[in-house]
């Protein structure tokens, strides 16, 4: 059918003003028209569509939600990994940021900042080509992240075409979606009156909304978001300055924080971070402190990263929110491994807007040594995610009881054994302990290891105390009849955890080996142990020796992988997992070509050209082990300027020893 003009014209008409209108309103903050008239053009647009099925693009304002539920996020690889920050608490860390920034700079004057909010929400990188937003994900472990452009189309702000016609051919973008105070608060309301699960905070509240598989949920949510920076970018040079290249994101179309400034010195910065805090409460959304970013690109280059953070930039903290209220009892929990932590029952109380009625005491160390009873008037506080915990005690009442760390196991009753220079005290009842047991399952149940979507921690608590399962193994025999039958859960709902446990058997092995719950083995160790070993078997017999020439793998970490793998037990768990076919791509073992790999080297002293740190660096580049003390196993004793104990015990073992010169020789010769 062929078109009219006239009707060609209205819909570009239509759809530019509601582009141009969502600008001025989310991005210059600063509205052209009212939500009503708004609404009439975008209905009147929907209508022509309807009308001319035709005419509907992707990019079209009214298609931004009506997608179809999806089956399961696929992968999204950042080819410029999203990193995280290091944390600043102090001025003084502040400070030292600072100093170490202009030390490598070379800088003796101050270096320009661009200071701006830290946003508490979840990290995402959307990616346009050509203008056109394609692809948005999130940040996952930085390397690898989830596709969730369909929920990220449906947020107003985000858009779908960028404005003006100056863009990159290719330009990622990266930002924090977040979900603002009001938006959270009204979702809670909501959810309360139907009696629906309830948002501890906007972060998590935010986080569930972005990972729902039918974007109309994503849609229904209030969300907003800020960009902070590029990722891969091409066909363009942007400008060299940090703050220029954020003032280009919004002339794109691309909201920014108006709170973002450029100062020049740390103290402006200092200032920025006391403004803000007192700004933060009357703040729309969330912010956990503040970021500093080195302004220009070019001594951003310079400064580079060390592992997963920038050295050109920090985030700089709030400290935690605190509140006062009353230790009515304490209870001991039992942990996946065993240990009893003291959590405080507390009178409910308001922290920052989130109800705080729990808080840990940690161990009975820290019992002991802030004097802690129940009945005491205590400070709590809040740090964004972690869990609040008790900080003080106010005011110690007559009726105070003082807290006894149980001889036995307030779960399965086995004893409960402190080893000395130990802080925290263990159930010995192992697996045998349905607490264990139940922790146990549900970190193979999580979402960095085996990823079982749907098997929650209430979930797991149902089955283990019904019986149904014992190890992480038995949930691969749970059958839909037997699921169907357990409260709370539906027939649908036990066929889909069926196949979110069928799609888990495809794995890879460092998160196989992570989510066995090794003492101390968490996921960077995991894969660190899957690069080296490239198969479960040759695990089995390593022993703590071989096992410490693993990066980060010392003694006690050594010690807890062989037991672990000394037990039978747990060979009889790997088994049926196995068996019941959980499997993963061969991993290639990390070819030991570098040059100085299994030479081990002490650094002592100063050295004048390189800081430790720099020397450490070089040589874990080549391959090379650095230990703190010389041992049996040392190579080399690098000696500087006012070297002391070390260089006596090295000359005393015979190890052979090398200063500056030969040392940064020996770097060259290698490199
Ligand atoms: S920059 C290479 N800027 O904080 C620099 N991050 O702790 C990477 N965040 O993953 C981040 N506000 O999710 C940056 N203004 C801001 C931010 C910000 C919030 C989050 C972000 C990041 C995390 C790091």
């Known amino acids: 059918m062929k078109i009219p003009q006239d009707i060609l014209n209205k819909v570009e008409k239509l759809r530019h003003e509601l582009n141009e209108n969502n600008y001025h309103y989310y991005v210059l903050d600063d509205p052209k028209i009212s939500d009503a008239a708004w609404d009439k053009m975008f209905q009147e647009l929907k209508a022509i569509e309807l009308e001319y099925p035709d005419l509907v693009t992707p990019d079209s304002p009214t298609q931004r939600i009506g997608a179809k539920p999806l089956k399961s996020f696929s992968e999204v690889q950042h080819e410029i990994p999203m990193l995280s920050l290091d944390n600043a608490f102090t001025d003084e860390d502040v400070t030292d940021f600072d100093e170490r920034v202009r030390d490598r700079?070379?800088?003796?004057?101050?270096?320009?900042?661009?200071?701006?909010?830290?946003?508490?929400?979840?990290?995402?990188?959307?990616?346009?080509?050509?203008?056109?937003?394609?692809?948005?994900?999130?940040?996952?472990?930085?390397?690898?992240?989830?596709?969730?452009?369909?929920?990220?189309?449906?947020?107003?702000?985000?858009?779908?075409?960028?404005?003006?016609?100056?863009?990159?051919?290719?330009?990622?973008?990266?930002?924090?979606?977040?979900?603002?105070?009001?938006?959270?608060?009204?979702?809670?309301?909501?959810?309360?009156?139907?009696?629906?699960?309830?948002?501890?905070?906007?972060?998590?509240?935010?986080?569930?909304?972005?990972?729902?598989?039918?974007?109309?949920?994503?849609?229904?949510?209030?969300?907003?978001?800020?960009?902070?920076?590029?990722?891969?970018?091409?066909?363009?040079?942007?400008?060299?300055?940090?703050?220029?290249?954020?003032?280009?994101?919004?002339?794109?179309?691309?909201?920014?924080?108006?709170?973002?400034?450029?100062?020049?010195?740390?103290?402006?910065?200092?200032?920025?971070?006391?403004?803000?805090?007192?700004?933060?409460?009357?703040?729309?959304?969330?912010?956990?402190?503040?970021?500093?970013?080195?302004?220009?690109?070019?001594?951003?280059?310079?400064?580079?990263?060390?592992?997963?953070?920038?050295?050109?930039?920090?985030?700089?903290?709030?400290?935690?929110?605190?509140?006062?209220?009353?230790?009515?009892?304490?209870?001991?929990?039992?942990?996946?491994?065993?240990?009893?932590?003291?959590?405080?029952?507390?009178?409910?109380?308001?922290?920052?807007?989130?109800?705080?009625?729990?808080?840990?005491?940690?161990?009975?160390?820290?019992?002991?040594?802030?004097q802690i009873h129940m009945g005491d008037e205590v400070i709590i506080q809040r740090a964004g995610d972690v869990i609040p915990e008790v900080v003080s005690v106010v005011a110690s009442h007559h009726a105070k009881k003082e807290i006894h760390l149980p001889a036995h196991c307030p779960v399965c009753h086995s004893t409960v054994e402190q080893i000395e220079g130990e802080a925290i005290a263990r159930c010995t009842g192992g697996l045998f302990c349905p607490a264990q047991r139940k922790e146990s399952i549900k970190h193979f149940a999580s979402r960095r290891a085996m990823d079982i979507e749907g098997l929650g921690d209430k979930l797991v608590d149902q089955l283990v105390e019904a019986k149904l399962i014992t190890n992480a193994a038995d949930l691969f025999d749970l059958s839909l009849e037997q699921l169907a039958d357990l409260e709370r859960m539906a027939e649908k709902s036990a066929q889909n955890l069926l196949d979110a446990l069928e799609k888990s058997k495809k794995t890879t092995l460092a998160r196989f080996l992570y989510s066995l719950g090794i003492r101390e083995v968490g996921e960077a160790t995991a894969k660190n142990l899957a690069k080296s070993y490239g198969d479960l078997q040759p695990l089995f017999s390593a022993t703590e020796e071989t096992l410490q020439d693993i990066e980060d793998i010392g003694p006690v970490v050594a010690k807890h992988i062989v037991a672990f793998f000394a037990e039978e037990h747990n060979h009889k768990v790997i088994d049926k997992l196995i068996k019941a076919g959980i499997h993963w791509p061969k991993v290639t073992v990390a070819h030991k070509t570098q040059a100085l790999t299994g030479q081990t080297f002490v650094l002592t002293g100063t050295l004048s050209t390189l800081t430790r740190e720099e020397a450490k660096e070089k040589l874990e580049n080549l391959g090379a082990k650095v230990a703190g003390s010389v041992s049996a196993k040392t190579s080399y004793v690098v000696a500087g300027v006012d070297a002391g104990s070390k260089l006596k015990k090295a000359k005393e073992m015979e190890v052979t020893v090398l200063d500056e010169d030969e040392f940064l020789k020996l770097l060259k010769t290698h490199s």
């Open 105 to 370: 700079l070379g800088e003796t004057e101050s270096v320009q900042y661009s200071c701006e909010p830290k946003l508490d929400g979840l990290a995402v990188s959307l990616r346009y080509e050509n203008g056109k937003f394609v692809q948005g994900s999130t940040r996952g472990d930085g390397m690898t992240g989830e596709n969730i452009t369909t929920n990220l189309r449906t947020l107003q702000m985000v858009p779908l075409q960028l404005r003006g016609k100056d863009y990159p051919a290719v330009l990622e973008v990266r930002g924090e979606v977040y979900m603002p105070k009001a938006g959270f608060l009204a979702l809670n309301k909501n959810a309360e009156e139907k009696g629906e699960k309830i948002f501890a905070n906007p972060r998590n509240a935010a986080a569930g909304s972005l990972r729902q598989l039918d974007p109309n949920i994503t849609a229904s949510r209030p969300l907003s978001i800020f960009c902070y920076g590029v990722g891969k970018v091409e066909g363009k040079k942007l400008p060299d300055k940090h703050s220029e290249i954020l003032a280009c994101l919004k002339t794109w179309g691309l909201p920014i924080s108006s709170d973002t400034t450029v100062v020049d010195g740390i103290e402006k910065c200092l200032a920025y971070h006391q403004k803000m805090q007192a700004k933060r409460e009357k703040l729309a959304y969330e912010i956990d402190g503040v970021v500093y970013k080195v302004n220009s690109i070019k001594e951003q280059e310079e400064l580079g990263f060390v592992s997963r953070a920038p050295r050109w930039a920090i985030a700089h903290k709030f400290p935690a929110e605190q509140a006062h209220t009353v230790i009515e009892s304490v209870e001991f929990q039992v942990g996946r491994t065993g240990a009893l932590t003291p959590v405080a029952r507390l009178k409910p109380v308001s922290v920052g807007g989130v109800t705080v009625s729990n808080a840990t005491l940690h161990n009975m160390d820290e019992v002991r040594r802030k």
